[in-house]
């Protein structure tokens, strides 16, 4: 029955053949070790050829972490966008309330984030955040723009980080468009930076989307801001009062998901 309808539930195995329900569990769960799990939800179908790719790439990563951890983690600085709305409501999680048994349930209207919102860039290491740089309104992420910021943040690189440049920065970057142009390379190039290879369609490969942004989100989440002002200084307060071993358990997360990516032979990683 299961092998044939893999979405049967236990109470109408049970009601087909005659039995009770703890025996239909019992049998799925220690005679046959089988649980019943819900779809994943990921970002997009990858082909035999996109796994492939994500898999050489998490190796040569993986296997340039295992040969030097410290240097790696000391080099290693990514960048990625990401849009941060004047409001966004809490998750169903976050509204959790201690009652007393007996207490009704704390009813929640469900409200799209707001239109005002506005694009954040932000570039940051092991330590602690490099640069954070955000988009006026009504303008674009262009080759000539994008170009701009990697010369700013080299230029953060420097002061904060002496002597980094010499040892050439691992950059990790999205490859959107604007990062991969001519434009946005001949910075790049010139300032030294080494990419660290980056599959696409792959979030889950992204300490910024997989740990960073989340993190900010969920602290942002509940809070209404009328201004574009108000949303940086609440960005630049998470993020720049965070303790170096924020930062670099994020970045150190990147070495299980690259083995986790290898061992699931490229498919999605969701912890």
């Known amino acids: 029955m299961i092998m044939a309808d893999r979405r049967l539930t236990i109470c109408k195995i049970a009601e087909d053949i005659g039995v009770s329900y703890g025996t239909v569990q019992s049998i ?15 970002p997009r179908m990858l082909t035999a050829d996109q796994k492939r790719q994500w898999v050489v790439t998490s190796q ?25 709305h004047h409001f966004d409501s809490e ?34 290491e ?19 723009y994008y170009a701009t910021l990697i010369k700013n943040v080299r230029e953060a690189i420097k002061e904060k980080r002496r002597g980094r440049l ?18 946005a390379m001949a910075p790049i190039n010139e300032a030294g930076f080494e990419i660290v290879h980056h599959p696409p369609y792959s979030p889950d490969l992204v300490p910024s989307d997989f740990y960073l942004f ?10 209404r801001f009328e201004r574009d002002n108000d949303v940086v200084s609440a960005v630049e307060a998470y993020l ?6 924020f930062f670099f358990k994020g970045s150190k997360m990147l070495e299980h998901r690259f083995s986790k990516c290898t061992e699931v032979k490229g498919d999605y990683v969701e912890k």
């Open 28 to 42: 799925l769960v220690d005679v046959l070790d089988m649980r019943k799990l819900s779809a994943q939800w990921v």
């Open 60 to 84: 040569e990563l993986l296997s340039k972490i295992q040969r030097n951890p410290d240097d790696f983690y000391k080099r290693f600085v990514t960048m990625d966008e990401t849009w941060i």
């Open 91 to 124: 998750t169903k999680k976050q509204s959790m309330e201690w009652k007393h048994h007996g207490s009704n349930v704390t009813c929640k209207f469900h409200q799209q984030p707001s239109a005002g919102k506005i694009m954040t860039s932000v570039f940051w």
């Open 126 to 144: 092991s330590e602690s955040i490099l640069m954070i740089d955000y988009l006026h309104r009504g303008q674009t992420i262009t080759c000539d």
């Open 166 to 183: 010499r040892r050439r920065v691992l950059f990790h970057q999205e490859n959107a468009p604007a990062h991969k142009s001519a434009v």
């Open 214 to 223: 989340p993190n900010l989100k969920d602290h942002l989440r509940g809070k």
């Open 240 to 245: 720049n009062c965070r303790e170096k071993e």
